[in-house]
């Protein structure tokens, strides 16, 4: 599929990828209940349901404070690996927790429809989004801020295995690159 076979060439996104997911949701917690216990709570119920991430094991740390605004990191472990989230508490004694590194099904779709049409740009044709898999959601971002596809050359059948690389945790903005020859 690459112009230039012998060559990996990464295209940086020109407008920004408008990610819906990295799904997000909030619990209020009551006294006796902290705010890690609350957000462990989240992560292994609505998140984990939401993203189709099974069951998983949360770990939060107790954040600095119980300030307004505070955020702390938690970790879980999961079949798809280590996966992070940020916890933040909010007013009302809300803790809103998001993924920092699982995409959901819309956001994976998203990113494939985007890396095809950048694709095309770079070879001059129209793409269909349907060339691209990414296999089935939730994925995984690796630490490295990538994960891998396939993309099929429309001209031959031809598959190439396709890095996506977001620039940074903001996840609006990707990189694709396309391995240097197929992998069948």
Do not use: K
Not at 150 to 172: C, K
């Amino acid at each position: 599929m690459p112009t230039h076979p012998h060559r990996r060439r990464p295209i940086r996104l020109a407008p920004p990828i408008l990610l819906t997911g990295l799904i997000a949701t909030g619990c209020s917690f009551t006294l006796g209940d902290t705010a890690e216990s609350v957000a462990e709570e989240v992560i292994e119920g609505d998140l984990a349901e939401g993203a189709g991430l099974g069951t998983i094991e949360a770990t939060c740390p107790a954040p600095p404070d119980q300030d307004l605004g505070t955020t702390f990191e938690c970790t879980a472990t999961s079949d798809l690996g280590d996966l992070r989230f940020i916890a933040e508490i909010q007013e009302d004694d809300v803790v809103f927790v998001r993924p920092l590194n699982v995409m959901d099904e819309a956001d994976l779709s998203a990113v494939e429809e985007t890396a095809t049409g950048l694709l095309g740009q770079m070879v001059g044709i129209e793409l269909d989004p349907a060339l691209m898999d990414c296999g089935p959601a939730p994925v995984r971002i690796e630490d490295d801020l990538s994960f891998t596809c396939e993309m099929t050359d429309p001209s031959n059948d031809d598959v190439y295995e396709a890095t996506i690389t977001f620039a940074d945790e903001q996840f609006d903005q990707i990189d694709v690159a396309l391995s240097e020859e197929p992998i069948r």
